[in-house]
């Protein structure tokens, strides 16, 4: 499964470069051979190098919807074709690429698990904050019953992050967390954030760079964190996703396995 992602996180950020690039050209038309050059590199890259560790990893129609905007690309490189044309294919290409990696998630079995509320001591000394805790796991839970999936997940990247800030309390020598090389960094000051600034996705680096959780939960992490987001309308909007009950319940299993890893208590301390 991690070899899968790390393919199409490849591919993510190679279209993303593109959009960058895109964003960049004032011209209407793409008349330059270096540009030209760029995006039909990364037309090929798609169909040369990453789309054959996927062809049996994610449905035929999920690959065809891949393919569509990157041929448009590489026919397009073939003459004076215009910016927008580019622009249209790239995004429509990011966005199948996203797609794929849900797919690539979804097609892992996923064992369901206890529903009780774990005790929370081990992370957190303090009740209120155990209390706290509690309160958004069986929050979680309650969302689901209610089929409410964009709730519940929002509800458990909460949880997470609730989770991995109490695991960084707990350090002793909290400077590890800066030493990592995942920390994220001030753009001004060059130097790494304060901890009150840090959001779920650094934990989730750092957390795997201090062996708090696996290589495969942080990659499933990352996508949790990513559904989240879907709590911004115009993000749901522009990228045409909708959450499911099925897809809330996945995450909710992959939620639980996070917590125990972080409850458990390996890893750097």
């Excluded at 290409?93 to 990696?101: D, E, P």
């Excluded at 949880?159 to 800066?178: H, Y």
């Excluded at 920390?183 to 760079?209: C, E, F, S």
Aim: hydrophobic fraction near 45%.
């Amino acid at each position: 499964m991690a070899d899968h992602h790390e393919v199409i996180d490849a591919a993510i950020a190679e279209i993303d470069r593109v959009r960058k690039l895109l964003s960049k050209i004032k011209v209407r038309q793409i008349r330059n051979s270096e540009h030209r050059d760029v995006l039909k590199a990364t037309a090929l890259s798609w169909f040369r190098n990453h789309r054959g560790h996927l062809v049996h990893a994610i449905p035929s129609n999920v690959l065809a919807a891949i393919d569509g905007p990157y041929r448009s690309i590489l026919d397009a490189t073939e003459r004076d074709s215009a910016r927008g044309t580019y622009t249209t294919a790239a995004k429509e290409a990011k966005l199948a690429l996203v797609k794929a990696r849900t797919e690539v998630l979804v097609a892992v079995p996923v064992q369901r698990t206890t529903e009780a509320t774990p005790d929370f001591s081990t992370l957190a000394s303090d009740p209120e904050m155990q209390a706290i805790l509690a309160r958004r796991w069986e929050e979680c839970a309650r969302c689901l019953t209610a089929s409410a999936p964009l709730a519940a997940t929002v509800m458990m990247g909460g949880l997470l992050e609730a989770l991995f800030v109490s695991r960084a309390n707990k350090l002793s020598n909290k400077a590890i967390l800066f030493a990592s090389t995942s920390a994220p960094i001030d753009p001004k000051t060059k130097k790494p954030l304060d901890l009150r600034q840090w959001t779920l996705a650094p934990y989730i680096d750092v957390g795997h760079d201090l062996k708090w959780i696996s290589r495969s939960a942080k990659d499933i992490a990352v996508i949790l964190r990513d559904y989240r987001n879907y709590v911004h309308p115009e993000k749901e909007r522009s990228h045409g996703v909708v959450l499911s009950l099925d897809d809330a319940t996945m995450f909710w299993e992959v939620t639980k396995t996070l917590s125990r890893e972080l409850l458990s208590m390996k890893g750097a301390t």
